[in-house]
């Protein structure tokens, strides 16, 4: 009864200390400080960056040069893959508002990261209804790569604006809204046009329940009617606008990485397997149980459709080198998940589930693969405190 004791004691606190008005608010505001506390953002760098004779984050130099002038960029450098940035316009949209203010960028997605952690706790609310289920699932999301990676990103990539974005078409209801969202995270990484794929597996999902047809007909024309014909038509829009650039602008241009799943070859394998575990962590735990419970209902159409939009996220992380940012865009199979087991599970168990997930998330440590197996790992703030004093003080400690 010891533990049963505890997790019981626990719950009945933190309930307590999400019991006033803007508790929403505070829990992501809370879960943001803590995930800075456990994993604090290489903030060194943007000082160097920010010098006048710093080292240069070669990102944010070419989006200042993308910018200038969009379609004829300088410095279109292969060595470091800065083709791939060609059609990525919403740093470059936001360099040119901003002139070229960096820190007012981060800022502008620093914000988008507690908006995506306050809206997601706003759905998980609306629909348990429960404040302790909502608070253990935003502590886990704002403790794991997608999150982290908002605050973490001071390089010049942007996944936030996409993440938030996507989070935004995601629970929408509003056709314009929807597309508005989807063109801004296409054109910040190509990643999220392939994520718009995971948003019809949701609305498949939703209404599958909502409508309690879970027949293969069912799933077909939720795929492609209602909010999901805003994700295609966003795609022909899209895919339209870039073809048109490409051959107008670029007609040469050509992508060093497409053709090659670069993850298995001998100088990147090695992270292939903890990036597929530290992308989700504890949430692997909500969704294998929604997987359970999708078996034990015999929803195999739907199992079909889930496992084949899990392989197309994981055979399109293995062609980039940072593995981790595109497994994060497979976050609304978190959301997925949860529903699943809401719909199927008790609010007890569910809360268990939840319980269990969060302390996974909070505990283990943010690593993360960033190619030629590099494993990185954000420190704590306290380990980046003593690191400052340490070459403060030139004991030569950390080399």
């Not at 506390?37 to 006048?52: D, E």
């Not at 314009?176 to 063109?183: D, G, N, P, R, T």
């Not at 995270?185 to 047809?213: C, H, M, P, Q, S």
């Not at 996974?360 to 960033?370: D, E, K, S």
């Amino acid at each position: 009864m010891l533990l049963e004791n505890f997790y019981e004691s626990f719950s009945s606190w933190f309930a307590a200390k999400l019991s006033d008005k803007n508790w929403l608010l505070k829990l992501a505001l809370l879960s943001v400080l803590i995930s800075l506390f456990l994993a604090f953002p290489p903030y060194s760098l943007l000082v160097s960056h920010l010098k006048t004779n710093g080292a240069k984050l070669d990102a944010w130099v070419f989006i200042q040069n993308q910018a200038q002038d969009l379609f004829h960029p300088k410095d279109m450098d292969y060595d470091v893959r800065r083709e791939n940035m060609i059609l990525r316009w919403t740093l470059p949209f936001l360099s040119f508002l901003t002139n070229h203010n960096v820190v007012l960028i981060l800022m502008a997605q620093a914000l988008c990261g507690v908006l995506f952690l306050h809206n997601i706790g706003k759905y998980i609310f609306k629909v348990s209804g429960d404040k302790v289920i909502t608070g253990f699932f935003v502590l886990a999301i704002a403790n794991i790569f997608v999150s982290v990676w908002t605050f973490a990103d001071i390089h010049g990539y942007g996944d936030g604006f996409a993440y938030f974005f996507l989070l935004t078409a995601l629970l929408s209801r509003n056709p314009f809204v929807i597309f508005i969202s989807l063109q801004i995270a296409f054109f910040t990484d190509e990643r999220a046009v392939v994520a718009g794929g995971y948003l019809l597996l949701w609305w498949i999902v939703v209404k599958a329940y909502e409508k309690n047809d879970f027949s293969l007909s069912g799933m077909i024309k939720a795929g492609l009617l209602g909010e999901s014909v805003v994700v295609w038509i966003a795609w022909i829009c899209y895919f339209g606008v870039r073809n048109y650039v490409l051959a107008t602008y670029f007609p040469n241009h050509s992508y060093s990485t497409i053709g090659t799943p670069v993850l298995f070859a001998s100088a990147h394998r090695n992270g292939l397997g903890s990036s597929i575990w530290s992308a989700f962590e504890g949430t692997w735990l909500l969704m294998g149980s929604a997987l359970l419970a999708l078996f034990l209902t015999r929803r195999y159409w739907l199992i079909g459709a889930l496992f084949i939009g899990f392989s197309i996220l994981l055979a399109t992380g293995i062609y980039v080198h940072d593995i981790d940012r595109a497994l994060s865009y497979g976050f609304p199979f978190i959301l997925a998940a949860f529903f699943i087991l809401y719909k199927t599970a008790s609010l007890s168990s569910l809360k268990l589930i939840l319980f269990f997930t969060m302390l996974i998330c909070v505990g283990h440590p943010q690593v993360f693969y960033m190619g030629y197996n590099k494993i990185l790992w954000l420190e704590p703030l306290p380990m980046k405190l003593f690191m400052l004093l340490d070459q403060t003080m030139s004991w030569n400690l950390f080399r």
